[in-house]
């Protein structure tokens, strides 16, 4: 059988370690985190490739490295690795700007600029991004973090075009994700007042699981999905 890796950035918990535990099965995965050490349960048929997202030259080795060791058999990309410093803009100091804009938008930008060179050579190939609700709404003491995630909408729609555009025969597609609010260790930072405000907002009544979002991505990746291009898929119990 076709061999298909699949690597999921931010794999070490979270959205990104249940979406890493519902592909196990299925595809040969490569699994990123900051650190090895990141990860305290590991599954099966996965290889491990870190890198700290803050820093550039890292960045690209990553980037590197993952054509080296897996563009032949890479068929797709889960961009999930993501921060948020929540605080009004009055007080964001710029070192966490600049760290929100480098991992959430510009490391999937690089990533996402390896990987349609490597499908596009493969004439195959899926691309997510993991972006948020807040990229379509907006959230107070969130500007910068929405603003990465909007960013990554319009990214993604962008380059499903150009990858239209560029390639002949191709099967290649890039979708967004964009969960509300996820019970993780990002969300369990959130004081408790907040969070019960944020609930008002949920139709459903409760957060949602990090299992919820990653039977969305299993579906997303798997041919089942073929004609799902350049969307973005919203997963948040009915917020609008
Ligand atoms: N949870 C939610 O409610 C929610 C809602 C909407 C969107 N999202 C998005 O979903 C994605 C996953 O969120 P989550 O809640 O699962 O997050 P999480 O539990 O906080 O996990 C974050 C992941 O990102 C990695 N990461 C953190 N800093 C990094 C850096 N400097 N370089 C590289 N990787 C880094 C972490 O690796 P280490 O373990 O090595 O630190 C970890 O694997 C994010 O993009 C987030 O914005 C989450």
């Given amino acids: ?9 931010g794999a070490s918990r979270g959205i990104g370690f249940e979406i890493a535990k519902k592909l196990a099965n299925k595809y040969e995965l490569i699994l990123h985190a900051t650190s090895e050490q990141s990860f305290s349960e590991t599954l099966p048929n996965t290889s491990l490739l870190c890198a700290d997202f803050s820093n550039h030259e890292e960045v690209n080795n990553f980037c590197k490295s993952l054509k ?10 889960v961009n999930n690795a993501g921060i948020t410093f929540d605080k009004s803009l009055i007080f964001q100091p710029e070192d966490e700007i600049d760290k929100m804009l480098q991992i959430n938008l510009k490391t999937p930008i690089l990533i996402c600029k390896t990987a349609m060179k490597i499908f596009g050579l493969n004439k195959k190939g899926v691309i997510i991004n993991i972006s948020s609700c807040v990229g379509e709404s907006g959230n107070a003491f969130q500007s910068v973090y929405a603003a ?29 994700v964009s969960p509300g609010f996820i019970e ?5 930072k959130i ?41 973005n898929i919203q997963i948040n119990g009915g917020i609008l």
């Fill in 191 to 231: 004081p408790e007042g907040e969070k019960a405000n944020y609930l008002k907002m949920v139709p459903a009544g409760r957060f949602g699981k990090a299992d919820e979002i990653a039977n969305a991505v299993s579906f997303l990746i798997s041919d089942e999905a073929s004609y799902i291009n350049g969307s």
């Fill in 68 to 77: 080296k060791l897996h563009g032949k058999d890479l068929y797709a990309v």
């Fill in 1 to 9: 059988m076709e061999k298909r890796k699949v690597l999921i950035t």
């Fill in 184 to 188: 993780s260790d990002m969300t369990d």
């Fill in 148 to 176: 990465t995630k909007a960013g990554l909408i319009a990214f993604s729609k962008s380059i499903a075009k150009e990858i239209g555009i560029l390639n002949q025969d191709h099967n290649i597609r890039v979708v967004t």
